[in-house]
């Protein structure tokens, strides 16, 4: 009699933890940054952004073949330009702009500079080497697409159920390809 009562006991205790996770994945929101391809809706990258919600794009400029980094910040799922660094005042590199601009270290670099960018679309070129940068680490964009490939990064904010649901999706998918 007592291991049937210890059995109803820990079958009610069970049942009410599957429920409270499963109301609090649904309840907890996560947001994931894409990196999208534009003609095909093909994603090349993601992450979760919870905790770090700033990224750099850092390319080769066509012209004085110099780095240029471009610095963002993600706020309530939206883009702002936050800051610029470049080596040369090439065709297209800002002179005049708002922000702090300072001259250090032989680079132009311009802070503060707080735009919003309502769709952030980047075109990818194998001369250029485009580069995301997020968490102190490298995605070479130019070697997950073709050349000249239009990229367009996106926020989604999915809840915590879909986004592990998605994540092991994933990960059957890459042991299938292994």
């Known amino acids: 009699m007592l291991k049937k009562n210890n059995f109803k006991i820990f079958l009610i205790l069970l049942i009410l933890f599957i429920f409270f996770a499963l109301f ?3 309840q907890y929101k996560v947001t994931v940054l894409r990196a999208v391809e534009s003609r095909d809706e093909n994603i090349l990258w993601e992450k979760n952004i919870a905790n770090e919600n700033s990224f750099i794009i850092k390319y080769l400029h066509s012209v004085a073949r110099t780095e240029v980094k471009e610095f963002f910040e993600i706020r309530d799922g939206e883009f702002f330009l936050t800051g610029t660094e470049y080596q040369s005042y090439g065709a297209g590199l800002p002179v005049n702009t708002e922000g702090q601009y300072i ?3 032989d680079k132009f670099i ?3 500079i707080d735009y919003k960018i309502d769709m952030l ?3 990818i070129s194998d001369s250029s080497q485009h580069e995301l940068i997020y968490q102190e680490n490298r995605y070479p964009l130019y070697e997950l697409t073709g050349s000249n490939a239009l990229i367009e990064f996106r926020t989604e904010k999915l809840s915590y159920f879909k986004f592990l649901t998605q994540e ?3 990960w059957l998918n890459l ?3 292994n």
């Open 24 to 26: 609090f994945s649904f």
């Open 103 to 105: 001259l250090k270290d």
């Open 110 to 112: 311009i802070k503060d």
């Open 121 to 123: 679309l980047l075109r």
């Open 168 to 170: 092991v999706k994933k």
């Open 175 to 177: 042991k299938k390809q």
